[in-house]
């Protein structure tokens, strides 16, 4: 069984983990009958769909928060090996990494796999992976650029219409490897050799360009306004 969380900022703690079991409680609500009323009770404090619940004894722990979703997890998976995947996991708040390394750290049958930008080293997230490591619970690979034929097979698939080989050549340029700005080029780029000029220079430009639906004139007012304030502030 795979669960897959987007991570982003919440500013809530435990934001994630609420995320989570939020997921396998509107999937299935019948596993809430199978954690035991402890349990219940604290991830009721994580989150009103864990409701009714009896009243909590106390503040909440971490260690509750660890056992409670492992007992969640484990009755989702109904005696499966559970794969939790986390994508953006630099975006975590603390409260979150502790949680997920702990769970990591306990191992199978629930097993996490983090997809995460290089952290400084005294970030929270970054102190678990090498705490993970030491442990000889979890490998790290680091992610290599895409090469051309990778990148143009990225655009191929991100793309309407296949751009063509001008453009193709053009955007893997200027992409470098990096499948995230391979995509945005691909959503701007023009269908015909003949309008290369339209296609963005950069990554910023095709995300100004593909969101940001004002007039030319408009447009060249902002930036404008922005290059005097950046004049202003030097």
């Known amino acids: 069984m795979v669960l897959r969380l987007d991570a982003v900022e919440t500013g809530r703690t435990y934001g994630a983990v609420a995320s989570i079991a939020e997921g396998i409680i509107l999937d299935n609500r019948a596993v ?17 769909l864990a409701l009714p619940a009896n009243n909590p004894q106390g503040p909440l722990g971490r260690h509750q928060v660890v056992g409670a979703m492992r007992r969640l997890l484990l009755a989702a998976a109904s005696g499966r090996d559970l794969l939790l995947q986390v ?15 702990q769970l990591a750290m306990v191992g199978a049958p629930v097993f996490l796999l983090i997809a995460m930008r290089p952290m400084a080293p ?11 490591q030491r442990a000889g619970c979890l490998k790290q690979l680091a992610l290599a650029p895409l090469d051309d034929d ?23 340029s200027a992409a470098e490897g990096n499948p995230f700005a391979a995509i ?36 060249a007012l902002r930036i404008s306004v922005s290059a005097c304030t950046l004049r202003s502030l030097l």
């Open 150 to 172: 990778e990148t143009r097979r990225l655009v191929a698939r991100a793309s309407s219409t296949t751009p063509p080989d001008a453009v193709l050549d053009r955007i893997v």
């Open 32 to 48: 809430l009958d199978r954690i035991g009323a402890p349990a219940r009770t604290v991830l009721s404090l994580l989150s009103p």
């Open 184 to 219: 945005e080029l691909a959503g701007c780029a023009p269908t015909g050799a003949g309008e290369l000029h339209r296609l963005p220079g950069s990554v910023a430009e095709a995300i100004t360009a593909r969101l940001c639906d004002v007039p030319d004139d408009a447009m």
């Open 87 to 101: 994508d953006d996991a630099h975006l975590l708040d603390d409260a979150d990494v502790e949680v997920l390394v």
């Open 122 to 132: 005294e970030a929270a997230l970054a102190r678990g992976v090498s705490r993970l």
